[in-house]
């Protein structure tokens, strides 16, 4: 079996930017989303590292919604898959140059949730069954 899914939960560090694929011209949208660790060191004390995540979100409906909903400072749920790019960068100039290869990890997001309390979430849409009292899942809204 194989299984290449991501769950983070953190907060936005920048506006959602928009972008276009230099390969293919498909458009999509980049974020920055922070999470934090945090445990007791050997001297009993709190310690904490915050990990960066860059999350592109390639679906088009769900990228207009990450552009227009999400701000930097929101509390958001990010759910997809690891994606890698390797490059090369070179090093030094001259005979002796060589080249050394990066590779770098990012989310590709197939749910982006936002979890900020105190705002409004998207309206249900009206199903055959009647009105309901309960609020919809902010993922129905989310993952187009």
């Not at 890698?84 to 197939?110: C, F, H, L, Q, V």
């Amino acid at each position: 079996m194989y299984l290449n899914s991501v769950t983070i939960v953190g907060f936005v560090g920048a506006d959602p930017e928009h972008r276009q694929s230099r390969n293919n011209g498909a458009n999509f949208t980049v974020l920055s989303v922070a999470t934090q660790r945090s445990w007791k060191n050997a001297q009993d004390q709190w310690s904490s590292k915050t990990e960066w995540h860059r999350v592109c979100v390639f679906r088009p409906r769900l990228a207009e919604y990450v552009a227009q909903a999400i701000k930097k400072g929101s509390h958001v749920l990010v759910e997809g898959s690891l994606i890698s790019s390797t490059y090369e960068r070179p090093n030094g100039k001259g005979k002796r140059a060589t080249s050394t290869k990066i590779t770098s990890w990012s989310i590709r997001a197939d749910a982006v949730r936002k979890l900020d309390r105190g705002e409004p979430e998207p309206e249900a849409v009206a199903s055959d069954s009647g009105p309901s009292d309960h609020a919809p899942e902010p993922t129905e809204a989310a993952s187009f």
